[in-house]
């Protein structure tokens, strides 16, 4: 059992404050940190692995402290978000070097292994520079994994890949979870979170905004009021029928935007109770679009709720 | 106190640089200078002085040291990819010494070893010359590697402040401000060519035991206050 545990932290670069009295422990399993770009995932990743000190709190790992102690790397393998690797090395020489530095007796055969892991094995003596995004996220993973940590980091590791990669990443993921590792990742799309996390931590603009199963706060989201903007043959009349019914708890008749602003309160209703209004009223809809959908609103919303 | 990992890593990515080719040229534009003044002017220790002297010792050692020196560690911490070595159990002083020593050997091998051949073409080592800036050079490579390993750690234009330091004030100033000269790696390391080779014409502005103790102090505060700054670097992410 390994766990990082949270206390307290805040982190300010200058004066930005990056994270904001953060308390939160990690434990065995897949966690997804979720948040919007620039919420802090990053930083708190960055902690966790001994990257940055804490302004104030502390980060631990089973009680130990992470900041400036390299004997919890024993225990922790980090998969960055950066790009950079030694590319003029081979993957099979980079994953290598990597088990060397941490002392493996047998560092060739714990490469071998890693790379196996990640299914790399076919482009391992292929130099890291001619590798695609994919390939490079799966040799650091396994740079990563090369010493059978107990707790896994990885900041935004789906960035930029197909979705056959991802899918094979998604599965590793799991498997590591299953075998009782503390897998933390970092993630600002909500449906890679939701694939692979059974366990979320949302943070918005530096502070701790949600925590716990992610079936409990995918509901929140999807309870939260929705907006919508409706453009429709007779929007008067479309909008003194929407009033009427119990999903909708106001409209705003928008002259700018020659269109309806829509405030629902029972999401699955609306959206089934819509198109069967206009079509008893013989109004043809135009323009149905979600007016804050963006991952930002959904997260301030969780942070009121 | 030594990584062999490390170490081949750093060989690897100086070597593999493009910055790397003026580690090549340098050399080899000392050597053909040294050729053709040998056979205009012949063998002649003045000349191999000035050679050796004013252009190798003074402008040749310390921008192969700043190549070296800069490029052991900076690249790594500039592109994050230093974070492979960090996230790792090994000492920080460790990783540093080991650049170091990496930042030494090839500082010597592209500017000691072509300074002693480019010494025994122009004069035939006459006067102990050419061994006496190779030992300069020696000297210089160790105390400008720890100098330019530690710019490397601490900022990310330490090539800028490494060409200023080499170029303008151990070249521009040095020469103008008589006591600029006491600061300087070059005067420090012709305090020890003048030693080995005295009455061939080498003078340098610092004493002997000053310059000794001031390489040391240089070279070991460098390597210790590198080793502590990584200790407590941090990688604040892409955010």
Redesign the interface.
């Known amino acids: 059992m390994t766990t990082i545990r949270i206390d307290h932290v805040s982190r300010w670069?200058g004066n930005v404050v990056?994270v904001n009295d953060v308390t939160m422990d990690i434990g065995p399993g897949v966690t997804g940190l979720l948040g919007p770009?620039?919420?802090?995932?990053?930083?708190l990743?960055?902690m966790m692995?001994?990257?940055?000190?804490p302004s104030t709190g502390s980060v631990t790992l089973d009680g130990a402290a992470i900041w400036?102690n390299?004997?919890v790397?024993?225990e922790?393998?980090?998969v960055?978000?950066?790009e950079?690797?030694?590319d003029?090395?081979t993957g099979r020489e980079f994953v290598l070097?990597?088990a060397?530095?941490?002392?493996l007796p047998d560092a060739g055969e714990a490469a071998r292994r890693a790379l196996a892991t990640v299914e790399m094995e076919y482009a391992q003596d292929r130099k890291v520079s001619t590798y695609s995004k994919g390939m490079r996220q799966r040799v650091k993973m396994a740079?990563a994994l090369v010493h059978d940590p107990s707790v896994l980091l990885l900041?935004e590791p789906f960035n930029g890949m197909d979705p056959r990669q991802r899918m094979q990443l998604m599965e590793l993921l799991r498997r590591m979870g299953a075998e009782g590792r503390t897998v933390l990742f970092s993630s600002h799309i909500l449906e890679e979170v939701e694939q692979l996390a059974s366990h979320i931590e949302v943070v918005v603009a530096g502070r701790h905004a949600a925590s716990g199963d992610f079936r409990r706060i995918r509901r929140l989201m999807t309870d939260r009021p929705h907006r919508y903007l409706v453009r429709s043959s007779d929007d008067r009349a479309l909008a003194a029928a929407l009033i009427a019914d119990p999903s909708t708890a106001g409209i705003e008749l928008d002259w700018s935007e020659r269109a309806l602003r829509v405030q629902a309160i029972d999401f699955a209703r609306f959206t089934e109770q819509l198109p069967r209004i206009a079509r008893e009223h013989g109004i043809r809809l135009l323009t149905v679009s979600p007016s804050d959908e963006s991952l930002e609103s959904v997260f301030s919303y969780l942070v009121t709720a | 106190m030594y990584d062999p990992t490390v170490a081949r890593l750093t060989y690897r990515a100086l070597l593999g640089r493009r910055r790397a080719l003026i580690l090549f040229v340098l050399p080899v534009v000392l050597i053909v200078i040294s050729v053709a003044v040998r056979l205009l002017v012949g063998a002649d220790d003045a000349v191999a002085n000035q050679v050796l002297g004013g252009f190798a010792l003074a402008t040749m050692v310390p921008l192969i040291g700043v190549i070296a020196g800069t490029g052991a560690i900076g690249p790594e911490i500039d592109d994050g990819s230093i974070v492979y070595l960090l996230a790792k159990p090994l000492k920080r002083p460790t990783i540093i010494l080991t650049k170091l020593t990496v930042a030494v050997g090839v500082t010597m091998v592209f500017s000691a070893v072509p300074m002693l051949i480019a010494g025994f073409v122009l004069n035939g080592n006459s006067q102990q010359i050419a061994v006496a800036y190779a030992v300069a050079a020696v000297a210089a490579s160790v105390a400008y590697s720890a100098l330019f390993l530690l710019l490397g750690t601490v900022s990310r234009q330490a090539v800028v402040f490494g060409l200023v330091y080499a170029l303008i004030w151990e070249a521009l100033i040095g020469s103008l401000v008589p006591g600029a000269r006491t600061l300087s790696v070059q005067q420090w390391a012709l305090a020890l060519a003048e030693k080995t080779a005295p009455g061939a014409g080498i003078t340098s502005d610092v004493g002997l035991p000053v310059a000794a103790v001031l390489l040391a102090v240089v070279t070991v505060a460098g390597a210790w206050y590198a080793g502590r700054k990584l200790r407590t670097l941090t990688l604040a992410g892409e955010e």
């Open positions: 670069f990056a770009n620039g919420a802090g995932k990053s930083t990743i960055n692995g001994g990257f940055l000190a400036r390299e004997q790397y024993r922790i393998g980090v960055p978000e950066r950079a690797m030694y003029f090395l070097a990597n060397e530095l941490h002392g740079s900041d």
